[in-house]
């Protein structure tokens, strides 16, 4: 019954809850790449990845391969994070603006998304992998999250990487949802308006569980947020790599580490 009660919190955009207590493991039992210091790797990375379609096209293929060759790169991107003990992934899967794609494309991608949970769900409990999601998710076709859902139950006690998939989401559509259930809590007196501060706010959102970002790597070359986790990545490092996503390597992600790792985080001070 306590999975069913956190399978409903997690319907409504939020994830089912664990203890956010660090999980890195040791590492002086780990062998990093060259240049990358055990010491100052990213807690949490998120990564928008960007242009499955277009790399496709490049080839002269259908969108859909571009997104199965995207998947293979999640695979990827989650075992450089395991390998560096990192130990929050968010990955940009599909916005709330993706459903006015044309519904031939959708359809196809929720198909990919079922079949990939079915298939990774196996290799993520080898791995040690943990599944969490965000965003509207009763958006989703049904049999994506019933198979959401029992991929996050498959994993839940898993202690390697956490792999958030940020699926029909939106940091807009978030935003207005974290200030509704504060309208909610303060109409209903469990909370006073004068105490709401940042950190009340932060406790709304669907991120609830998790800190927020260190570094945010985007693909593609585009430099923009996308509407992807604008509260949370406030004082995020960002990367912008000049690559689809299709192309990303585990070598990207270490570039990027390394590219974090150069930066001074001053977060306003001097």
């Not at 319907?11 to 493991?25: D, I, K, L």
Request: aromatic share 8%.
């Amino acid at each position: 019954m306590a999975f069913l009660a956190a399978v409903g919190r997690c319907m409504r955009g939020n994830p089912m809850p664990f203890v956010q207590e660090s999980t890195r493991p040791d590492q002086s039992t780990m062998s990093f790449p060259p240049a990358i210091r055990p010491d100052a790797i990213p807690r949490h990375i998120a990564v928008i990845m960007d242009g499955n379609g277009r790399w496709a096209k490049a080839q002269g293929w259908q969108r859909i391969k571009g997104h199965r060759a995207g998947a293979d790169a999640v695979t990827r991107c989650v075992e450089a994070c395991n390998d560096l003990g990192v130990e929050f992934l968010t990955l940009y899967a599909f916005s709330t603006e993706n459903w006015q794609r044309p519904k031939s494309e959708v359809a196809a991608l929720m198909t990919l998304l079922e079949r990939f949970l079915k298939e990774q769900s196996g290799r993520m409990v080898a791995d040690n992998v943990r599944l969490q999601a965000i965003g509207r998710l009763t958006d989703l076709p049904q049999s994506c999250q019933d198979e959401l859902h029992r991929c996050i139950e498959a994993t839940s006690q898993n202690s390697g990487v956490t792999m958030i998939l940020a699926l029909s989401y939106g940091s807009r559509e978030e935003i207005v949802d974290g200030i509704r259930s504060l309208l909610r809590n303060v109409s209903e007196g469990h909370l006073d308006s004068a105490m709401i501060t940042p950190d009340v706010v932060s406790k709304h959102l669907y991120t609830r569980y998790f800190p927020d970002p260190d570094l945010l790597i985007r693909t593609s070359g585009e430099m923009r947020l996308s509407n992807f986790l604008l509260w949370q990545c406030s004082y995020a490092e960002i990367v912008i790599l000049q690559k689809f996503w299709p192309d990303f390597q585990k070598e990207d992600l270490y570039q990027s580490v390394r590219d974090y790792q150069k930066r001074q985080r001053r977060f306003g001070a001097v």
